[in-house]
Structure formats: C-alpha cells, structure tokens
C-alpha cells in the first residue's frame, strides 16, 4: 500500500507536467501568429502538430510497454519531451513555422508515453470500483498545471506588444528583426523550465520502483497490441466519444486568446488573466467533480456535465463578446471531469487488454488535431459573427451525453 501511495505520487506529477506542455498551445498559437505572421487557420495547425503524434504513436509505444513496463515507458517519454523542449533555442536562430510544428510533434510523443502509460496505470493501481474517482484526483493535477500553464506562463510569452509591420513604431530600436528576435526569445523560457522539471522526475524515477501490476506481473505474452480489445461495446464507442470531446476541448482551449484578443478586442495581458480563470475553472471542476462521484455514478455525472456544455455553446453562439466569454469560463468546469471519466469507463474490466484499449483511447486524441482546424476555418470566414463557429464543440459535448446515456447498455456487465 505504501508503494502504491508512492507510485501514485509520482504519477500525479506526470499529470501536472503533460497540462503544462498542452496548455501552452494555446499561448504559442497567439506568439506564433505575431512571430511568424499567420492568420487564426494557419497558426491553428500547432494543435495539429502537436495532437497528430497522440494519433501516430499509441500503438507502438504500447507495444514497446507490454515488451518492456510502464515505468520504462515513463522514463522514455520524459527524456523524448524535455528534448523537444530544448530545441526551442535552436528554433529561436531559425524562426520557421515549420521547424516550430516538428519541435511540437517531438514534446508530444514523449507526452504520448505519459499519457498511454499513466491513465490506465491509475486505474489499475487500486480498487477497480474507485478507478473513474481516482483518475479524475489524479486528472485534477492535469487542472493544476493548466492554471499555471495559463496564468503565469503565458505571461512570460505574451508582451502585450502585437505590431505589424506598418504598425511598429519607428522609433523601435533594431526595427522590425530586433521585435521578432524578442517575441522569439519570449517563447524559450517555459520550454527550458519544462524540460528541466522532466529531466528531474526522469532521474527519479531512475531510482524509484514503480510496483508492478496487473500483466506486468508475469512475463508479457501474447500480441503486443490487441485488437479484438475493440469488439467490446463500451471501448469501441469510448474511443468514438474520446474523439469528440478533445477535438471539442481543445477547439475551445486553443481558439480562447484568439477569441479575446482578435475578435473581442481584449488586450493580451487582460486576455491571459481571463485564461488563468478559465483553467481555474477547469481545475475547481476536478476537484468538485472527484468529490461528487463519491456520490452519483460516473456516467451519470458524464452526461450532466456534457449536457451544460452544449447549453453553454448554444450562449456563445448567440452572444459572443464578453457574454460568450464569461460562458466559456462555465464551459472549461463542465468540461472537467469528462476525459478521466469517459478513459475509466471505456476501459472498465478489459484485464489483459487495458494496454491496448488505452493506446486506442489516446489515439482518439488525434480529434485535437482536425476539429480545431474546422473551428478556426469558421471563426476565420465568418469574422462578422465569429461566436458561430462554436457550434463545433456543440455537436462534440452532444456525442459526450450520448455516451453517457448509453454505457449501461454498452457495458451490462458493470
């Protein structure tokens, strides 16, 4: 039990470190459209960089962890993101969009090791009953490194200067290199904190044993990956809700300093302490969400929650403007608890196969990098009345309630 407490511990970590590399996309989105001067579409394709590595790499990287452990795993997918990370300063020389999108794709796989490994790892690592409550504590980390991630990193990339080339004073001492070169240099100091901070829990884990379980501890035999994981019911359609609700999630996430900044006319400063209240929001959302599933039935809860969210998008859509703003704030709570809580749903009683259902899981991750696009194409053609284009997250949280309504048919066995 005291291993388990400390496994626990260590994993929490992992969780509060791949929010903060997730949750500076949405900073980097609104840097990147400044120093390589992109328009919302072209700077939304750093979330497709980024989200396409969760569609490419769960199933070898769960093969590599059924051949290997978790523990391995982990540590491999630390040192993968702090590399990634530490490129940024070479990037800073080179200043290409292109070469940003590849340092993005590298942190995301080490971050797909994380996350393949320590969402079922959770689960697993207790009572079967209490999974769904444990992840979303442990999610609640996720939240954590979020906020901080929004409320003060985004500080430290964010100027408040966002000139043009026709708009630059003249007075501005270098001219408009010497304003790239410091928006540029503006985006390597969180990256080198980050990469610092996973090389730290790296070495740790070097030293520190994970306890083993489940398959782990007999010697891994069989298929590496196991695709027959996906006849059950309430994976198959799990995996199809997944899709939905990041592509959702991060449709919201990624576009909000757009939203403020471009189209509500808020200033940067304004708009990044408007984002610390948001992921604040999504943090408080955990935690009050882990406390109430003591009480109501996870897929219950799922529904509700998914349920407020597409009301909440129906706000948005008519208002915009603050009054959308201050909806998305209620739509980041709601939006809480809903992916540890689908993840421990979707893979509830698979034994054996919960390695591959996870890889399938976080493949379905790969929604962040196509539903974003499609958001911010609407939000771009349609400047005039923007707000419409949140009619996307809609259609997504609709296909999150109906996951809930329908689990206890798609797994009767629960």
Not at 54 to 79: D, E, H, K, N, Q
Request: aromatic share 14%; with cysteine.
């Amino acid at each position: 039990m005291k291993h388990n407490k400390v496994a626990l511990g260590l994993i929490f970590c992992l969780f509060f470190l791949w929010a903060i590399s997730s949750n500076l996309l949405p900073t980097m989105i609104r840097q990147l459209m400044k120093t390589c001067e992109l328009n919302t579409f072209e700077a939304s394709f750093t979330e497709s960089a980024y989200w396409l590595a969760y569609f490419v790499c769960p199933i070898p990287i769960a093969m590599f962890m059924r051949r290997y452990s978790y523990r391995v795993g982990i540590i491999t997918g630390l040192l993968i993101a702090a590399m990634g990370g530490l490129l940024f300063f070479p990037a800073a020389m080179v200043k290409s969009y292109g070469v940003y999108l590849c340092i993005f794709f590298i942190i995301a796989t080490g971050m797909c090791f994380l996350e393949t490994a320590a969402n079922p790892y959770v689960t697993v690592l207790g009572d079967a009953h209490t999974a769904p409550r444990r992840l979303n504590l442990a999610q609640s980390f996720n939240g954590l490194g979020a906020f901080i991630s929004a409320m003060f990193l985004s500080k430290l990339v964010l100027s408040g200067n966002d000139f043009t080339r026709d708009t630059l004073p003249a007075d501005y001492l270098g001219g408009w290199d010497a304003y790239i070169q410091t928006e540029t240099d503006s985006m390597k100091l969180p990256y080198l904190l980050l990469a610092s901070a996973l090389i730290l829990v790296a070495l740790i884990l070097v030293w520190v044993k994970l306890p083993k379980v489940g398959d782990e501890e007999q010697e891994a035999k069989g298929k590496l990956i196991d695709f027959s994981a996906l006849r059950k019911p309430h994976l198959c359609w799990g995996v199809i809700a997944q899709f939905f609700y990041n592509g959702g999630q991060t449709a919201v996430n990624s576009l909000f300093l757009v939203y403020c900044c471009t189209y509500a006319g808020i200033d940067e400063d304004t708009a990044t302490t408007f984002f610390g209240l948001y992921m604040l929001a999504f943090l408080v959302g955990r935690w009050i969400g882990t406390l109430l599933m003591g009480r109501f039935k996870p897929e219950h809860m799922l529904t509700v929650y998914a349920l407020a969210n597409v009301v909440l998008c129906v706000v948005i859509m008519v208002f915009g403007g603050y009054v959308g703003l201050y909806a998305m704030l209620a739509v980041s709570f709601f939006m809480s608890i809903i992916y540890p809580t689908q993840f421990s749903l979707a893979i509830d009683g698979l034994g054996e196969q919960t390695k591959s259902g996870s890889a399938f899981l976080v493949m379905a991750i790969v929604g962040n990098a196509c539903v974003p696009q499609f958001t911010a194409f609407i939000m771009h053609h349609n400047a005039q009345v923007y707000q419409i284009a949140y009619i996307v997250p809609l259609v997504c949280f609709v296909a999150c309630a109906v996951y809930g309504m329908m689990y206890r048919k798609l797994n009767p066995t629960e």
